[in-house]
């Protein structure tokens, strides 16, 4: 067994794989579909009600705590009010269903289709590392532990959504924990984010989730003051310039968040010889493939 120091590396090229697949039930045309046909009109009611789901019926709080970046005002117009137009359970059959009927599609497939061995297996595969994140290993993790702990389902393609699920939730709690640590709040993080593109010379201007301020301010809900007060923190941190680029402090300091994220998400990966880790990307590649094409950034690399 490898340790997760070992790990690591593995961690984050296999979080590149199966990335893709989950975000599926945000950006695909059939997942969207699902949740506006369930009374959920609007982008952000889907993505809320499907996220917050597997937490419970929760008001705003929570939910700023786990997904982190996003305005507490925005979250607070989504819950509780949500809640009165379905059910956390109902959320969690739609989303399933969702991002079923859009992997469906995706990998060329009819519903009566069998589904072709290899997704099987990587469903199979993917499904037993995402159940070593179960039980006592999803302590500390506030999204990561309650998507774990539902049903593993019987379908294949709802089966590879769900541990791919479980484990990109896993791994973004980790990453919240290592923004915390580095003393980053949410439009903080954002601003550090944007100001990578801007960096000159960076390495991750061209990084597709080294997205613009343009991009990822109105995603997040924050108002102009307050990302130009985020900005002005992180300035007088040495981590932006008054131009708003990634200073060499800011890039480095977000290259150890991205070390520790990747630290955070190895253990599950410690349990796979080499060759299984090979065999489970061969496997999961086309899959990736296929989704990143309805992803709106691309398929990241960082």
């Not at 137009?85 to 060329?108: E, H, K, N, Q, Y």
């Not at 702990?149 to 393609?157: Q, R």
Request: aromatic share 6%; hydrophobic share 50%.
């Amino acid at each position: 067994m490898t340790t997760p120091t070992q790990a690591a590396p593995t961690a984050r090229r296999m979080w590149t794989l199966f990335e893709p697949v989950h975000v599926v039930s945000y950006f695909s045309p059939a997942a969207k579909d699902a949740f506006e046909q369930a009374g959920l009109r609007g982008f952000w009611r889907g993505y809320f009600a499907g996220r917050a789901a597997p937490i419970g019926p929760v008001g705003p709080a929570p939910v700023v705590a786990a997904f982190f970046s996003f305005a507490p005002g925005m979250v607070s117009r989504a819950l509780p009010a949500i809640w009165d137009l379905i059910t956390p359970a109902d959320a969690l059959a739609v989303r399933l269903s969702g991002a079923a009927a859009a992997l469906t599609g995706l990998l060329g497939l009819t519903a009566a289709e069998p589904v072709p061995g290899q997704v099987v297996a990587a469903a199979d595969r993917l499904a037993e590392v995402a159940a070593s994140t179960a039980g006592r290993e999803g302590a500390g993790r506030p999204l990561g532990g309650p998507n774990a702990a539902l049903p593993v389902p019987d379908e294949p393609l709802a089966r590879l959504w769900h541990a791919a699920t479980v484990l990109r939730e896993h791994r973004g709690d980790g990453h919240v924990a290592a923004l915390v640590a580095a003393g980053l709040d949410g439009p903080e993080a954002l601003a550090l984010r944007a100001g990578l593109r801007r960096a000159a010379g960076s390495a991750y201007g061209h990084v597709p989730g080294a997205w613009k301020r343009s991009e990822l301010q109105p995603m997040r809900g924050w108002t102009d003051d307050e990302w130009d007060a985020a900005g002005a923190r992180l300035t007088a941190r040495g981590l932006l310039a008054e131009d708003g680029s990634a200073t060499p402090a800011g890039v480095t300091l977000h290259n150890d968040i991205e070390a520790a994220t990747d630290l955070a998400a190895a253990r599950p990966w410690t349990r796979l010889t080499d060759g299984e880790t090979a065999e489970l990307a061969r496997l999961l590649e086309p899959v990736s493939q296929a989704c990143a094409a309805v992803l709106p950034f691309g398929r990241s690399e960082a």
